[in-house]
């Protein structure tokens, strides 16, 4: 059997978030990638902010599509709903289950195979639509399942494992997501966990799509010399632009950092995110200065990172659509039929 | 054809030839409702192109004091008023029929028929004489033929200006210029011709209980009454006007009147495949969810069908059925789905499909389509056609029972999995091959994870061949249950004890109804049996025991219907005979008499 839980084991030291929960409650079943893989990096980023930020792991959908990085839904939060659909279509599923039940905290997890080709429509227009999910993509520029064919990430340029160079263009899920009308882009390096558990807690709590885009390496298929997406070209290269961080509403946002010329701002729910610039003319609220920068760096063959471009006043996908504030899928039938002296007085018209 | 001494009161097909975008539709169900409001059975039939003007387009009118709905092969009034179709819609004209055209422009004589009475009125010059408007001029020709045909036909003049004052009741201005247009064309047909023609109406009582209603509203209805909250859609010719008769519904139903909120969520979704996408979602997480589509729509959606069916979500797909292959012909009918609706998707699968025979069992059948597919959990599909979906039908007024209380089917709330030891989402707990399943957002110790990949009967991955085919196994036990489940087959003996059986489904009901009495006037006697879903019931096995030769009508070329019983029932292959119609148009009663006529005449010389 290939699927493989992971052994309880409880400490009396282990640390407990408010709810009581400690970071093996939100872990999952045991990871089958391979020993090294920047997806299981990813994986431990993210149970560490669902911990931080204490969410109830049943409140959570945790869904993906197919490949290597689609698996990882089943490597965290063992205590929520967890849904593996077809290639490219988790943001269809999304859709969905957000428009059946508005509250559910979303989280997606897809490849660049998943979500910049075979999935790159669904990809553009939960960007669109806003649809308030976490959209994390496990980028490694590789179809990994598939033994190492390029992915429409690769980097011009790159070498495959056999040597082979790609000679198309990338596709930047970051710089595309902006100029899709995204609401919220970023970018981050799976080697990098203080960077990017700070990134996905403001992520879940942007009100809308959240695009993260991170750089994590496949060691099997593409970490060798001359690939763009390896452990080694990525520490060499990828430059911290911003770095952001959640503030909850309990905590002081005068907390023990040392956050230096930071900039405040409230989320809807009460928290804050905490941006600092590491760059000082970098203009996060600007689209246009977002993909200026982004291509400048492109050129020198610089892996940007951080988060790229916000939005947080954009309209969400439910307040586009005027949803009621109750759950759909929570409505009593009542609340829905209209009933039989309704359905007489329509007929009338139709006489 | 029809004999001059036959009876021709309220028992025949206009028929009218315009170019479309001219505003003819408004005029031609002017004419249809005041038939139906003088208390005449009567049907409509849109023969529309896939354009929006200038290509011609023809609306065809059936009044039948027998209530039969069908089409038929004759034309007894031909309204042309297309020139472009003129020599062909002549030539369709039955003999003894009449032709209306109007002799603004007059025609050559060469196209005359000496067994047709042909109807000159100068439409367009008395309208133009009335009215100055260009766009109402066009309007107003349409109007006026309407009034000529009451004149000639008797249809009863106070009921149409009922009609009008209802229609533009708050725009009084409107109903002047159309009732001066129906007078023109009224008075010039009793000033100059032999008024009223054989071919008339006269008021009847048949149509009182009855409503007009096309199919799609008819499901959309359905949708709303049965609590569908999530509607997720691609546009596609011709199931959109069932979602845009949902939107319609519920903006009148479900929108808060003080905050403006919504009870519902409709996603145009960027394609079929996001759109299945977004139905199985909203299905998973809990809602009554659904699409309307067509045929290639089903094509698209296959992937997520399978997938659904493999992971057992609920879901409401609707297929109102249009030509196929390929983008075929998308403003036509056929019944062409049934495979690739039956078996979506790769791998073993295989698809509940509901089958309704007009708009109210579309209103019936929506509404157990989501009942079936919650308690089922897997996709239902409800196969309808342009036929039905778009053409307005008179039907039994639609019912709701206020009691009615959607089936969830199997769910395990919090306090149920609190009893529970151990939660397994795809274990057959009572045996009928149905597990239990719960919702997102709801309790920690019923969370699962959703695959499609293999997986066992606890919800775990597995490539283990034991455990994977135990679970295909018991989704096969769950078809059987499905056969219990859906809507029975609908039996009409004959008086008579006969060898002969018919079996037809959908749209083709009428026309095999029509045909059962001509047949019988023949002395040919025929059991029918009107399939409503599939998988099939016993009923239907036992009707292919009980005769020894069935017809099988479809209206598709490769006889779909007749492929699945093969498949699916223990049947000799040739005791079930084809009869088939697929060019597009809907199947009329003659052909289905005159081919089942013709076989046992060969049979009975064989």
């Given at each position: 059997m290939t699927w493989i839980g992971k052994p309880k084991v409880d400490w009396s030291g282990q640390q407990r978030n408010p709810l009581g929960l400690t970071i093996r409650d939100y872990e999952g079943v045991m990871?089958?990638?391979?020993?090294?893989?920047?997806h299981d990096s990813v994986t431990a980023a993210l149970v560490q902010a669902f911990w931080e930020m204490a969410i109830r792991p049943e409140q959570v959908i945790k869904l993906s599509g197919i490949g290597c990085s689609s698996k990882t839904t089943a490597y965290f939060l063992g205590g929520a709903h967890g849904f593996n659909s077809v290639h490219g279509r988790m943001p269809s599923i999304a859709t969905g289950a957000l428009a059946a039940h508005r509250d559910l905290i979303a989280v997606g997890i897809s490849g660049d195979g998943d979500s910049l080709s075979i999935g790159m429509g669904q990809f553009a227009h939960a960007v669109r639509r806003n649809i308030n999910l976490l959209y994390l993509i496990e980028n490694n520029g590789v179809y990994g399942l598939t033994k190492g064919q390029f992915s429409a990430s690769a980097d011009s340029g790159s070498k495959s494992k056999h040597g082979v160079e790609s000679r198309q263009q990338a596709i930047d899920a970051v710089a595309t997501a902006i100029t899709l009308g995204g609401s919220f882009a970023a970018r981050s390096f799976s080697g990098d966990k203080k960077q990017l558990v700070p990134l996905i807690k403001a992520g879940l709590s942007h009100p809308g799509c959240a695009i993260i885009d991170v750089i994590s390496p496949c060691v099997t298929f593409n970490d060798h010399e001359g690939s763009t997406k390896s452990y080694a070209f990525t520490r060499a290269h990828h430059e911290a632009v911003t770095e952001a961080d959640l503030v909850e509403p309990?905590?002081?946002?005068?907390?023990?950092?040392?956050?230096?010329?930071a900039v405040n701002v409230t989320v809807h729910d009460g928290s804050t995110i905490r941006f600092r610039k590491l760059e000082p003319d970098y203009d996060w609220s600007s689209r246009a200065a977002a993909l200026q920068y982004l291509e400048k760096h492109r050129q020198r063959g610089e892996v940007v990172t951080g988060l790229l471009y916000r939005d947080?006043?954009?309209?969400?996908f439910h307040s586009i659509a005027r949803t009621a504030r109750q759950p759909l899928r929570d409505m009593d039938h009542d609340q829905l039929c209209p009933g039989s002296g309704a359905l007489e007085s329509l007929q009338q018209r139709l006489r | 054809m029809t004999s001059p001494e036959a009876n021709r009161v309220n028992d025949f097909v206009i028929k009218i030839a315009t170019v479309n975008g001219t505003g003819s539709a408004s005029a031609n169900s002017l004419l249809m409702k005041s038939l139906f409001r003088m208390g005449i059975p009567v049907t409509g039939k849109n023969l529309f192109p896939s354009n929006i003007q200038g290509l011609p387009t023809w609306y065809e009118i059936r009044a039948n004091r027998d209530g039969y709905n069908a089409r038929t092969g004759r034309v007894d009034v031909m309204v042309a008023m297309n020139a472009q179709t003129y020599a062909k819609d002549l030539a369709e004209v039955s003999p003894g029929g009449y032709l209306i055209y109007d002799s603004t422009w007059p025609r050559a004589r060469q196209l005359e028929r000496d067994d047709v009475e042909v109807i000159d009125i100068p439409l367009a010059e008395m309208v133009n004489g009335q009215f100055s408007k260009p766009r109402v001029r066009i309007l107003m020709k349409n109007i006026a033929y309407v009034g000529a045909l009451c004149g000639l036909m008797e249809i009863d003049l106070g009921v149409v200006r009922g009609l009008i004052e209802e229609t533009f009741s708050t725009k009084p201005g409107l109903i002047d210029s159309n009732m001066q247009a129906i007078e023109l064309g009224f008075d010039h047909a009793r000033r100059h011709?032999?008024?009223?023609?054989?071919v008339r109406a006269e008021s009847m009582d048949a149509s009182k209980g009855h409503v007009l209603i096309d199919g799609n509203q008819a499901a959309a209805l359905g949708c709303l009454y049965a609590g569908a909250t999530v509607g997720a859609w691609y546009p596609i010719t011709p199931s959109t006007s069932l979602m845009d008769a949902f939107e319609r519904l519920c903006g009148e139903f479900r929108r808060?009147?003080?905050?403006?909120?919504?009870?519902y969520c409709i996603v145009q979704a960027e394609d079929e495949l996001a759109a299945a996408g977004m139905v199985i979602g909203a299905g998973w997480a809990g809602a009554r969810a659904f699409t309307p589509t067509s045929g290639p729509g089903i094509s698209l959606m296959s992937e997520f069908l399978g997938f659904a069916y493999y992971t057992e979500i609920p879901a409401v797909f609707f297929d109102i059925q249009r030509v196929g292959?390929?983008?075929?012909?998308?403003?036509r009918t056929q019944q062409c789905d049934l495979l690739a609706a039956a078996f979506a998707s790769h791998g073993d699968t295989r698809h509940p499909l509901l089958l309704p025979a007009d708009p109210a069992e579309c209103f019936e059948l929506s509404v157990a389509a989501f009942d079936l597919a919650e308690r089922l959990q897997t996709p239902v599909l409800v196969l309808s056609d342009l036929d039905i979906g778009m053409n307005d039908w008179m039907v039994p007024e639609l019912c709701w029972d206020d009691g009615y209380l959607p089936d969830r089917g199997k769910v395990l709330d919090a306090e149920a999995l609190d009893k529970l030891d151990v939660f397994h989402r795809f274990a057959d707990i009572d045996g009928d091959g149905i597990p239990w399943r719960t919702l997102p957002g709801s309790d920690r110790k019923g969370a699962y994870f959703v695959r499609g990949s293999g997986h066992n009967r606890y919800g775990g991955y597995t490539e283990d061949a034991e455990e994977y085919q135990d679970v295909v196994d018991r989704l096969m036990l769950k078809w059987q249950t499905a056969r219990e489940l859906v809507p029975a087959a609908k039996l009409c003996k004959a008086d008579h004890h006969t060898d002969i059986g018919i079996l037809a489904f959908g749209s083709s009901h009428g026309a095999v109804s029509e045909a059962l009495d001509r047949l019988r006037e023949s002395g040919i006697h025929a059991d029918y049996l009107r399939l409503r879903a599939f998988p099939f019931g016993h009923e239907v096995q036992r009707f292919l025991d009980d005769h020894k030769t069935v017809f099988v009508v479809e209206q598709n070329r490769d006889a779909q219907m007749r492929s699945l019983l093969m498949l699916e029932a223990d049947v000799e292959g040739r005791k079930l005979v084809s009869i088939l119609h697929y060019n597009g148009l809907p199947i009329p009663s003659d052909a289905v008499t005159e081919r089942i006529r013709e076989h046992v005449r060969k049979e009975a010389a064989a």
């Amino acid at each position: 059997m290939t699927w493989i839980g992971k052994p309880k084991v409880d400490w009396s030291g282990q640390q407990r978030n408010p709810l009581g929960l400690t970071i093996r409650d939100y872990e999952g079943v045991m990871s089958t990638l391979c020993a090294g893989c920047g997806h299981d990096s990813v994986t431990a980023a993210l149970v560490q902010a669902f911990w931080e930020m204490a969410i109830r792991p049943e409140q959570v959908i945790k869904l993906s599509g197919i490949g290597c990085s689609s698996k990882t839904t089943a490597y965290f939060l063992g205590g929520a709903h967890g849904f593996n659909s077809v290639h490219g279509r988790m943001p269809s599923i999304a859709t969905g289950a957000l428009a059946a039940h508005r509250d559910l905290i979303a989280v997606g997890i897809s490849g660049d195979g998943d979500s910049l080709s075979i999935g790159m429509g669904q990809f553009a227009h939960a960007v669109r639509r806003n649809i308030n999910l976490l959209y994390l993509i496990e980028n490694n520029g590789v179809y990994g399942l598939t033994k190492g064919q390029f992915s429409a990430s690769a980097d011009s340029g790159s070498k495959s494992k056999h040597g082979v160079e790609s000679r198309q263009q990338a596709i930047d899920a970051v710089a595309t997501a902006i100029t899709l009308g995204g609401s919220f882009a970023a970018r981050s390096f799976s080697g990098d966990k203080k960077q990017l558990v700070p990134l996905i807690k403001a992520g879940l709590s942007h009100p809308g799509c959240a695009i993260i885009d991170v750089i994590s390496p496949c060691v099997t298929f593409n970490d060798h010399e001359g690939s763009t997406k390896s452990y080694a070209f990525t520490r060499a290269h990828h430059e911290a632009v911003t770095e952001a961080d959640l503030v909850e509403p309990a905590e002081s946002i005068e907390a023990d950092y040392d956050w230096g010329d930071a900039v405040n701002v409230t989320v809807h729910d009460g928290s804050t995110i905490r941006f600092r610039k590491l760059e000082p003319d970098y203009d996060w609220s600007s689209r246009a200065a977002a993909l200026q920068y982004l291509e400048k760096h492109r050129q020198r063959g610089e892996v940007v990172t951080g988060l790229l471009y916000r939005d947080a006043d954009q309209p969400d996908f439910h307040s586009i659509a005027r949803t009621a504030r109750q759950p759909l899928r929570d409505m009593d039938h009542d609340q829905l039929c209209p009933g039989s002296g309704a359905l007489e007085s329509l007929q009338q018209r139709l006489r | 054809m029809t004999s001059p001494e036959a009876n021709r009161v309220n028992d025949f097909v206009i028929k009218i030839a315009t170019v479309n975008g001219t505003g003819s539709a408004s005029a031609n169900s002017l004419l249809m409702k005041s038939l139906f409001r003088m208390g005449i059975p009567v049907t409509g039939k849109n023969l529309f192109p896939s354009n929006i003007q200038g290509l011609p387009t023809w609306y065809e009118i059936r009044a039948n004091r027998d209530g039969y709905n069908a089409r038929t092969g004759r034309v007894d009034v031909m309204v042309a008023m297309n020139a472009q179709t003129y020599a062909k819609d002549l030539a369709e004209v039955s003999p003894g029929g009449y032709l209306i055209y109007d002799s603004t422009w007059p025609r050559a004589r060469q196209l005359e028929r000496d067994d047709v009475e042909v109807i000159d009125i100068p439409l367009a010059e008395m309208v133009n004489g009335q009215f100055s408007k260009p766009r109402v001029r066009i309007l107003m020709k349409n109007i006026a033929y309407v009034g000529a045909l009451c004149g000639l036909m008797e249809i009863d003049l106070g009921v149409v200006r009922g009609l009008i004052e209802e229609t533009f009741s708050t725009k009084p201005g409107l109903i002047d210029s159309n009732m001066q247009a129906i007078e023109l064309g009224f008075d010039h047909a009793r000033r100059h011709f032999r008024c009223p023609l054989p071919v008339r109406a006269e008021s009847m009582d048949a149509s009182k209980g009855h409503v007009l209603i096309d199919g799609n509203q008819a499901a959309a209805l359905g949708c709303l009454y049965a609590g569908a909250t999530v509607g997720a859609w691609y546009p596609i010719t011709p199931s959109t006007s069932l979602m845009d008769a949902f939107e319609r519904l519920c903006g009148e139903f479900r929108r808060d009147p003080e905050t403006g909120e919504n009870r519902y969520c409709i996603v145009q979704a960027e394609d079929e495949l996001a759109a299945a996408g977004m139905v199985i979602g909203a299905g998973w997480a809990g809602a009554r969810a659904f699409t309307p589509t067509s045929g290639p729509g089903i094509s698209l959606m296959s992937e997520f069908l399978g997938f659904a069916y493999y992971t057992e979500i609920p879901a409401v797909f609707f297929d109102i059925q249009r030509v196929g292959p390929s983008t075929g012909m998308p403003t036509r009918t056929q019944q062409c789905d049934l495979l690739a609706a039956a078996f979506a998707s790769h791998g073993d699968t295989r698809h509940p499909l509901l089958l309704p025979a007009d708009p109210a069992e579309c209103f019936e059948l929506s509404v157990a389509a989501f009942d079936l597919a919650e308690r089922l959990q897997t996709p239902v599909l409800v196969l309808s056609d342009l036929d039905i979906g778009m053409n307005d039908w008179m039907v039994p007024e639609l019912c709701w029972d206020d009691g009615y209380l959607p089936d969830r089917g199997k769910v395990l709330d919090a306090e149920a999995l609190d009893k529970l030891d151990v939660f397994h989402r795809f274990a057959d707990i009572d045996g009928d091959g149905i597990p239990w399943r719960t919702l997102p957002g709801s309790d920690r110790k019923g969370a699962y994870f959703v695959r499609g990949s293999g997986h066992n009967r606890y919800g775990g991955y597995t490539e283990d061949a034991e455990e994977y085919q135990d679970v295909v196994d018991r989704l096969m036990l769950k078809w059987q249950t499905a056969r219990e489940l859906v809507p029975a087959a609908k039996l009409c003996k004959a008086d008579h004890h006969t060898d002969i059986g018919i079996l037809a489904f959908g749209s083709s009901h009428g026309a095999v109804s029509e045909a059962l009495d001509r047949l019988r006037e023949s002395g040919i006697h025929a059991d029918y049996l009107r399939l409503r879903a599939f998988p099939f019931g016993h009923e239907v096995q036992r009707f292919l025991d009980d005769h020894k030769t069935v017809f099988v009508v479809e209206q598709n070329r490769d006889a779909q219907m007749r492929s699945l019983l093969m498949l699916e029932a223990d049947v000799e292959g040739r005791k079930l005979v084809s009869i088939l119609h697929y060019n597009g148009l809907p199947i009329p009663s003659d052909a289905v008499t005159e081919r089942i006529r013709e076989h046992v005449r060969k049979e009975a010389a064989a």
